[in-house]
């Protein structure tokens, strides 16, 4: 699988402030070497030997870079609202998976919590940080593994199929989280918008040539205008990256209150052994 460099991983990992800054810098310094060097080396130093561009040209490309941006950019929202999606769904089945076992018999609630525990620590704790580098959907689970075996073996039916259709819900938010955590998009997307970007700026340095004063403010402005779609694009790309990355919020809270009710549930199952010595 083709990949895009590390630099532009570490890129999307800055905060959106910085992020701004290093796209208008980068496009503000394309604009300038098209201001000073291409179109002058093209059109000449007074613009009179290339003759008059017509503006529908630079037009018909600026429309084929918005339509490009436009037609990336959705699929981009959407993936990052399914991953938000995906992490609520998970919480909420761990959730109800804690309050239907708080309905259940002390055997069942003995023997399911502490492995439940476990797995929503691991996802919360050790498995979403992976999220960030994830190269493939494929991540071991123990805890996870544990936890399904042990409601394989629960007695009652009822509470065995309320959970594992819980536990079937969770795992296919975790599945969708690990799908889109190992997504990487192609390269060639970003080779053809950044070159239409460029043709952007040359056409519209070119259809300036006579002037210099219009040139560099019309540069400018497309420049700026570039750098905001691209920090659109970028912000939101990888969804488990950067300062609007997915958080695993909800589980972080579930975990601990868990780890809250693991007090009383041990003493709980301690107080029968101590009447019995």
């Given at each position: ?20 800054l290093c796209l208008v810098v980068w496009w503000g310094g394309c604009a300038l070497v ?111 593994r544990a936890l399904r075996h042990a409601i394989h073996e629960l007695p009652e039916e ?10 079937r819900t969770a795992t296919e938010a975790r599945d969708t989280r690990l799908r889109i ?97």
């Open positions: 699988m083709s990949r895009v460099p590390a630099f532009f991983e570490s890129l999307l990992d800055l905060p959106v402030p910085l992020l701004i098209v201001h000073r060097l291409l179109v002058p080396w093209i059109a000449g130093r007074h613009g009179n030997k290339l003759g008059r561009l017509e503006a529908e040209v630079p037009a018909q490309i600026g429309l084929a870079f918005g339509l490009l941006i436009s037609f990336i950019a959705m699929p981009i929202w959407e993936q990052h609202g399914q991953a938000e999606a995906a992490a609520q769904a998970e919480a909420a089945a761990y959730r109800e998976m804690h309050d239907a076992l708080l309905d259940a018999t002390p055997e069942a609630m003995a023997s399911i919590a502490p492995r439940m525990r476990d797995c929503v620590e691991f996802i919360a704790r050790k498995e979403w940080p992976q999220m960030r580098q994830l190269e493939s959907p494929r991540v071991a689970a123990p805890p996870l009822s509470t065995r199929t309320e959970l594992r259709e819980l536990l955590a190992a997504n990487r998009p192609p390269p060639a997307r970003w080779s053809i918008v950044g070159t239409l970007a460029i043709l952007t700026l040359l056409g519209v340095g070119l259809i300036h040539a006579e002037s210099y004063r219009a040139r560099r403010i019309a540069l400018s402005m497309v420049a700026v205008g570039i750098s905001c779609c691209f920090v659109l694009l970028l912000a939101y790309t990888r969804p488990y990256l950067g300062q609007f990355a997915v958080k695993p919020d909800d589980l972080v809270c579930l975990a601990e209150d868990l780890a809250a009710d693991a007090v009383p549930l041990t003493a709980q199952t301690d107080e029968p052994a101590t009447r019995t010595r």
